[in-house]
């Protein structure tokens, strides 16, 4: 199983940027894929997941009304589409992947599979 992150890059303040992560080598029947994040110096945080049945979402406070997670079930891909960006948006994104199970997977020892992660720096 490989999980693809893309997307990241150099953005001002205000700008967006929308990250993709594409799963392969597994099909999904549920479970769920998620974002999260990991600025310098800090532990890595959940920032959004989306479940392949059903499409429940669930968003951090702190991208929430910012940020939009939709997934492709037919490219077994996910996007992360991130809005009125801002310096402490700054870090590497990480995209997971659940195989099974049913709700939003919020907690990092939810995911089976992980990407290789995608920098996203904020400039002000």
Same mark, same amino acid.
């Given at each position: 199983?490989?999980?693809?992150?893309?997307?990241?890059?150099?953005?001002?303040?205000?700008?967006?940027?929308?990250?993709?992560? +594409?799963?392969?080598?597994?099909?999904? $029947? !549920?479970?769920?894929? !998620?974002?999260? %994040?990991?600025?310098?110096?800090?532990?890595?945080?959940?920032?959004?997941?989306? @479940? /392949?049945?059903?499409?429940?979402?669930?968003? +951090?406070?702190?991208?929430?009304? %910012? $940020?939009?997670?939709? %997934?492709?079930?037919?490219?077994?891909?996910?996007?992360?589409?991130?809005? $009125?960006?801002?310096?402490?948006? @700054? +870090?590497?994104?990480?995209?997971?992947? %659940?195989?099974?199970? &049913?709700?939003?997977?919020?907690?990092?020892? &939810?995911?089976?599979? /992980?990407?290789?992660? @995608?920098?996203?720096?904020?400039?002000?």
């Amino acid at each position: 199983v490989q999980l693809q992150a893309s997307g990241g890059g150099l953005v001002q303040a205000g700008g967006s940027l929308r990250l993709s992560c +594409a799963a392969s080598g597994l099909t999904f $029947s !549920g479970g769920g894929m !998620g974002w999260f %994040r990991q600025a310098p110096g800090k532990e890595r945080e959940f920032v959004a997941a989306i @479940t /392949w049945k059903g499409g429940s979402t669930y968003y +951090a406070d702190s991208v929430k009304g %910012r $940020s939009t997670i939709s %997934r492709d079930n037919a490219k077994n891909t996910v996007y992360l589409q991130m809005n $009125s960006l801002k310096p402490e948006d @700054t +870090a590497v994104y990480y995209c997971a992947a %659940r195989h099974y199970g &049913l709700g939003v997977p919020l907690k990092e020892g &939810l995911y089976d599979y /992980w990407g290789q992660g @995608t920098l996203v720096t904020v400039s002000s």
